[in-house]
T-cell receptor
Framework: NAGVTQTPKFQVLKTGQSMTLQCAQD?????MSWYRQDPGMGLRLIHY???????DQGEVPNGYNVSRSTTEDFPLRLLSAAPSQTSVYFC??????????FGPGTRLTVL | GENVEQHPSTLSVQEGDSAVIKCTYS??????FPWYKQELGKGPQLIID?????GEKKDQRIAVTLNKTAKHFSLHITETQPEDSAVYFC????????????FGKGTHLIIQP
């Protein structure tokens, strides 16, 4: 099993550009989540999904969109990138009430 | 929503000594409390977790204790080794996994040789 995979590993954007961060898992987990990690802030939940076709907002959802068309994939879209979105983004997956497995992260810089 | 406080932010201990990291949470409905270790440039990895129906759990040199009354849980690492140096995060989840985790801000553990 590859576990949770994320692409790209690094990305530099200009303010106003859009992009999609990819996340995939091969463990057949129902739950998937996106977090951002900023220095001194820990990890904060952006969006999560409890199954295909079902998504909900976390603590810091503004500026991000998600969709869940399959169990395996949970992409995160930045509609119009801003410098405040410079961060490291982590995707995670789990069974209900189970251990969350994290991907290796995407380091995003918005200029 | 849930709020998790973690202390200290930095902890330096001599190799072989014990390390203790403490967290408090606010939502009495929280029922799952994992601890993650994050090494530089990597994603968080679960090292131990505890559920609200258990007071203590051990796994070799690592243990976690939970006091539901005080809404307090702690990570204990004994006989620390250089490879224990990392950032450790506590977390709490009041939704049984459905609505993600609320993390503490992390503790940078430094093991001095």
């Amino acid at each position: 099993n590859a576990g949770v995979t994320q692409t790209p590993k690094f990305q530099v954007l200009k303010t106003g550009q859009s992009m999609t961060l990819q996340c995939a898992q091969d463990m057949n987990h129902e739950y998937m989540s996106w977090y951002r990690q900023d220095p001194g802030m820990g990890l904060r939940l952006i969006h999560y999904s409890v199954g295909a076709g079902i998504t909900d907002q976390g603590e810091v959802p503004n500026g991000y969109n998600v969709s869940r068309s399959t169990t395996e994939d949970f992409p995160l879209r930045l509609l119009s990138a801003a410098p405040s979105q410079t961060s490291v983004y982590f995707c995670a997956s789990s069974y209900p009430s189970g251990q969350q497995f994290f991907g290796p992260g995407t380091r995003l810089t918005v200029l | 929503g849930e709020n998790v406080e973690q202390h200290p932010s930095t902890l330096s201990v001599q190799e072989g000594d014990s390390a203790v990291i403490k967290c408090t949470y606010s939502d009495s409905a929280s029922n799952y409390f994992p601890w993650y270790k994050q090494e530089l440039g990597k994603g968080p990895q679960l090292i131990i977790d505890i559920r609200s129906n258990v007071g203590e759990k051990k796994d070799q040199r690592i243990a976690v204790t939970l006091n539901k009354t005080a809404k307090h849980f702690s990570l204990h690492i004994t006989e620390t080794q250089p490879e224990d140096s990392a950032v450790y995060f506590c977390a709490a989840n009041s939704g049984g996994g459905a609505d993600g985790l609320t993390f503490g801000k992390g503790t940078h553990l430094i093991i001095q040789p």
